[in-house]
């Protein structure tokens, strides 16, 4: 699985990208042969303004499926990486899951474009 870990509007800091790389892979281990490729994108959209404007944009992109997209926006960066991670470990999942079980049951796959 290949990781992309994009900052904007600030710099990236090494506890923040460890933090991010870590949950990943809390979140994504378990399905890391069906993912190709993980691009997140963290983005301060006030800057020094402050408030809930930390961004975590995910985009897990899928062997034969469509992409998932995740997204999340907190005051603080840490909570937007974990919550957005969370939801994109259940999503990921929850697809693959649905993909099984239609070719276990002899159904056509779910293409990957939408």
């Known amino acids: 699985m290949q990781i992309d ?3 904007r509007n600030f710099s990236l800091t090494d506890a923040l990208r ?3 790389e870590r949950r990943l892979g809390f979140a994504l281990t378990s399905c890391d042969e ?3 490729r993980v691009v997140m994108r963290l983005s301060d959209i006030n800057g020094p ?4 404007d930390k961004r975590c944009h995910l985009q897990v992109v899928l062997a034969g499926l469509p992409d998932v997209v995740i997204e ?3 005051a603080d960066l840490y909570v937007a990486i974990d919550r957005a991670t969370d939801r994109a470990g259940r999503t990921v999942a929850r697809r693959i ?5 239609l070719l276990r049951q002899g159904r056509p796959p779910i293409s990957g474009a939408l």
Not at 49 to 52: F, H, K, L, P, S
Not at 97 to 101: D, F, L, V
């Open 5 to 7: 870990i994009q900052a």
């Open 18 to 20: 460890n933090h991010a």
């Open 34 to 36: 069906h993912i190709q």
């Open 49 to 52: 303004r402050g408030g809930e």
């Open 72 to 74: 999340d926006i907190e």
């Open 97 to 101: 899951g649905r993909q099984q079980t």
